[in-house]
């Protein structure tokens, strides 16, 4: 949990490293949260989501939008990398899966131009 709350609070910190561990912690616990408002959607609703997706779920994707994309930016930052290659998933599937290689990569461990190797702190 403390991952995603440092998320949180670098929300607008585009600089920077993040860690491996931090951006799948992320979405890790990114992904449960939209999971349980699914189910509060779904008992707003009562019962079902036949008319599409509740209203707790698109206010909170799009209350994630910048976080997600600072902590990507952070983690490519990490792996020496400009923020500039998430626009590689503009290319169909194949660039997903570069930019998803990228993101599984350890970080380079020698000091970039973009702060001290996170592990060594």
């Known amino acids: 949990m403390q991952w995603y709350i440092n998320v949180w609070k670098n929300a607008f ?13 992320f979405y890790l616990i ?4 939209s999971l349980a408002l699914v189910f509060v959607d779904m008992a707003i609703s ?3 989501l036949e008319s599409g997706v509740g209203i707790l779920s ?3 994707s799009f209350i994630l939008v910048i976080p997600a994309l600072a902590v990507t930016f952070r983690r490519l930052h990490d792996t020496s990398r400009s923020a500039w290659w998430i626009l590689i998933c503009l290319i169909p599937l194949v660039g997903a899966i570069i930019l998803l290689i990228f993101m599984v990569l350890d970080s380079s461990e ?12």
């Open 13 to 25: 910190n585009f600089s920077g490293r993040a860690r491996r561990k931090e951006y799948w912690m």
């Open 30 to 33: 990114n992904m449960l949260v």
């Open 46 to 48: 009562g019962g079902s």
């Open 58 to 60: 698109i206010i909170y």
């Open 110 to 121: 020698d000091e970039n131009k973009w702060g001290e190797n996170p592990k060594a702190q």
